[in-house]
């Protein structure tokens, strides 16, 4: 089969020599920068109402996109996605 051929997946092409991932690295991935951008935000925003709207809004997006990713893998978007609670309890 040649690399030219690709199969269609749920969202798009994807082609056959391309390399596979864990749902778990790439989650683990977006914490891990997830983190890293609170941690510039607190050295870079010392008025605190400020500082926790944009940390806030930068949690949304990420978990917004691990959603997504969860969605993606196993196409149940309420099988798999975190509560709220949960969320809001996680340091991200």
């Known amino acids: 089969m040649s690399k030219e051929k690709s199969f269609i ?3 798009g092409e994807v082609a056959y020599d391309e390399k596979q991932v864990s749902y778990y690295y790439i989650e ?3 914490r891990m ?5 609170l941690t510039i935000i607190d050295a870079s925003i010392s008025e605190e109402k400020q500082n926790k709207a944009i940390k806030d809004l930068v949690k949304k ?6 959603n997504k990713l969860q969605y993606f893998y196993w196409g149940d978007k ?4 975190v509560k709220l609670e949960e969320k809001e309890s996680d340091p991200l």
């Open 9 to 11: 997946s749920k969202i």
């Open 78 to 81: 309420q099988a798999h996605s």
């Open 33 to 37: 920068l997830s983190g890293r951008i």
């Open 28 to 30: 683990d991935m977006l």
């Open 61 to 66: 997006e990420i978990w917004t996109q691990i």
